[in-house]
């Protein structure tokens, strides 16, 4: 089953204490985002990667690091978080090839920095 | 830069009531216009999609067509169902950003 998955699924954590969030696909997708999600803002784009070791900011990268050294992993750092980091969290992916560019997106990964 | 504008929330209509849902966008070119649909507790789900002007998506009942004069890319349901009840977000891909820019997002409640 074509799917993208993230991990973990909820995480309550405290200001400064680092954390890793996953993503993975098994779709062969060369494109792989990293969104936040908060009430009336809908959807920012935080970093994105269009291959392997290619990755860029999007609109919000501050706080967060990515990396990209499969092509089925894109992996989101947060080294120091903080309460504004508090959000809903979506990973997503596009065959980059596509005529149309729509995207893939995983469950969600709902963080709670206290 | 690209954007898109939705109509805000929250809407709640009754079952079986019409839905429109407005959107409109600014982007150069000839972008491609989503939309998607997240269901409680959920990932976005693409619901349907337009790649060029006049072209109608349209998928579960619901329908948009990409107007390009007006720059809309209203949604449209003539008779919801509870199972409808999610959160709809608009959204537009433009080459020159390289990027999906989503809108706000509209939750629609519907009642029995």
């Known amino acids: 089953e074509a799917q993208v998955t993230q991990n973990p699924r909820y995480l309550i954590t405290v200001t400064g204490k680092k954390l890793t969030v996953t993503c993975s696909q098994n779709m062969n997708h060369e494109y792989m985002s990293w969104y936040r999600q908060d009430p009336g803002l809908g959807l920012r784009q935080i970093y994105y990667s269009m291959n392997v070791e290619v990755t860029d900011k999007g609109d919000v990268p501050e706080g967060y690091k990515v990396s990209r050294k499969e092509k089925r992993n894109f992996p989101l750092i947060l080294e120091s978080p903080s309460p504004n980091q508090t959000s809903l969290y979506f990973c997503a992916t596009r065959i980059d090839r596509s005529v149309s560019y729509e995207q893939y997106f995983g469950p969600g990964t709902r963080l709670t920095v206290t | 830069g690209d954007s898109v504008t939705q109509m805000e929330g929250p809407v709640t209509l009754s079952e079986e009531a019409f839905l429109t849902i407005n959107c409109t966008y600014t982007a150069t070119g000839y972008p491609s216009l989503f939309w998607y649909v997240q269901y409680p507790g959920e990932g976005l789900q693409l619901l349907l999609k337009a790649t060029k002007a006049d072209d109608k998506g349209s998928n579960k009942g619901f329908e948009a067509t990409y107007r390009k004069e007006t720059t809309s890319f209203h949604l449209e349901k003539g008779s919801v169902q509870v199972s409808d009840s999610a959160v709809y977000f608009c959204?537009?891909?433009?080459?020159?950003?390289?990027?999906?820019?989503f809108g706000t997002g509209t939750l629609l409640a519907v009642q029995p």
């Open positions: 959204a537009v891909y433009g080459g020159a950003t390289n990027k999906l820019i």
